[in-house]
């Protein structure tokens, strides 16, 4: 395999994470993408930026309704919004508003 067509498969991987908003694994697969990319003097920061807003917006979107169920069947739903809060403040996301009205419909 070449290291054109890793970087390709990686960028390939990272997004199938990203679309699951699955966050480490598409990190993971981002730094082996960018480490191929250097090695071959590819540009993928376009391709990149795309797919960690992408996986982000998946991830905060995914923690907020696995917060919402949480908080609505009585069990512990904090950890699911500091994750969303955590990945907001990445893509520069309020997600305050959100947060609040979770805690008090519990």
């Known amino acids: 395999m070449t290291l054109d067509k890793n ?3 990686m960028l390939a991987k990272a997004r199938r994470f990203a ?4 966050i480490q694994p598409m990190v993971y697969s981002l730094q082996i993408a960018q480490e ?3 090695m071959t003097g590819y540009e993928i ?3 990149r930026e795309k797919i960690e807003a992408l996986g982000y917006d998946n991830a905060i979107r995914m923690e907020l309704q696995t917060a919402r169920e949480f908080a609505r069947t ?3 739903f904090e950890s ?4 969303a809060k955590i990945y907001a403040e ?3 996301r309020d997600v305050n508003e959100e947060i609040e009205a979770i805690r008090h419909s519990a």
């Open 90 to 92: 990445r893509r520069n």
């Open 74 to 76: 009585g069990r512990y």
């Open 45 to 47: 920061s376009a391709g």
């Open 36 to 38: 191929y990319a250097d």
């Open 7 to 9: 970087v390709t498969e």
């Open 80 to 83: 699911s919004l500091a994750l």
């Open 19 to 22: 679309v699951m908003g699955s």
